[in-house]
C-alpha cells in the first residue's frame, strides 16, 4: 500500500466546487494472492484483485451542498493536486464514507474543522 501526505485537492458537483480539501492521505492497494499448486512448495502464479482506492481530507467550508450530497449518496468529481501546483494530479469520481465536525467553539475564528472519507474510482492520472 502507498500513500501520498499533504495534497490539496477539490470535491465538485456540476463543475461547481462544493468543498476545498487540505491535508489529503490518498492510499491505493491491489488485493493480490500468491497461487501454490498442491504439493508446490514455491509460488508458481500470482492471482491479480480489485484495485482500492481511499482517502481522508480536512474540508475547507464552502457551502451545505456538501452535507446534502453525503446523506443523498451522490457522488462528487474529486481532483488532488500538490500544494500550489496545477500537475501532476490524481482525478476521479468520489463518494464520501464518512466524516466527522470538532473545533465548535463560539469565539473561534476557524468554528470548524471537518475531516471526511472517502473512496474514489475511475480514476485518471497526469
Same mark, same amino acid.
Given at each position: 500500500?502507498?500513500?501520498? &501526505?499533504?495534497?490539496?485537492?477539490? %470535491?465538485? #458537483?456540476?463543475?461547481?466546487?462544493?468543498?476545498?480539501?487540505?491535508?489529503?492521505? %490518498?492510499?491505493?492497494?491491489k488485493s493480490v494472492?500468491?497461487?501454490? /499448486?498442491?504439493?508446490?512448495?514455491?509460488?508458481?502464479?500470482?492471482?491479480?484483485?480489485?484495485?482500492?482506492?481511499?482517502?481522508?481530507?480536512?474540508?475547507? /467550508?464552502?457551502?451545505?451542498? /456538501? #452535507?446534502?450530497? %453525503?446523506?443523498?449518496? +451522490? &457522488?462528487?468529481?474529486?481532483?488532488?493536486?500538490?500544494?500550489?501546483? +496545477?500537475?501532476? !494530479?490524481?482525478?476521479?469520481?468520489?463518494?464520501?464514507?464518512?466524516?466527522? #465536525?470538532?473545533?465548535? &467553539?463560539?469565539?473561534?475564528?476557524?468554528?470548524?474543522?471537518?475531516?471526511?472519507? %472517502?473512496?474514489? !474510482?475511475?480514476?485518471?492520472?497526469?
Amino acid at each position: 500500500m502507498s500513500a501520498m &501526505e499533504g495534497m490539496m485537492g477539490s %470535491f465538485s #458537483l456540476g463543475g461547481s466546487a462544493v468543498a476545498l480539501m487540505t491535508g489529503i492521505s %490518498f492510499e491505493w492497494n491491489k488485493s493480490v494472492t500468491e497461487m501454490a /499448486y498442491l504439493g508446490d512448495t514455491t509460488v508458481k502464479d500470482v492471482m491479480q484483485g480489485v484495485k482500492k482506492y481511499k482517502g481522508t481530507a480536512n474540508k475547507a /467550508y464552502v457551502d451545505n451542498t /456538501y #452535507l446534502k450530497v %453525503f446523506m443523498a449518496g +451522490t &457522488e462528487l468529481v474529486g481532483t488532488i493536486l500538490p500544494r500550489g501546483g +496545477t500537475t501532476p !494530479y490524481i482525478a476521479g469520481t468520489i463518494v464520501i464514507t464518512g466524516g466527522r #465536525l470538532s473545533g465548535i &467553539e463560539k469565539d473561534s475564528e476557524a468554528p470548524v474543522i471537518e475531516d471526511a472519507s %472517502f473512496v474514489m !474510482y475511475n480514476i485518471t492520472v497526469s
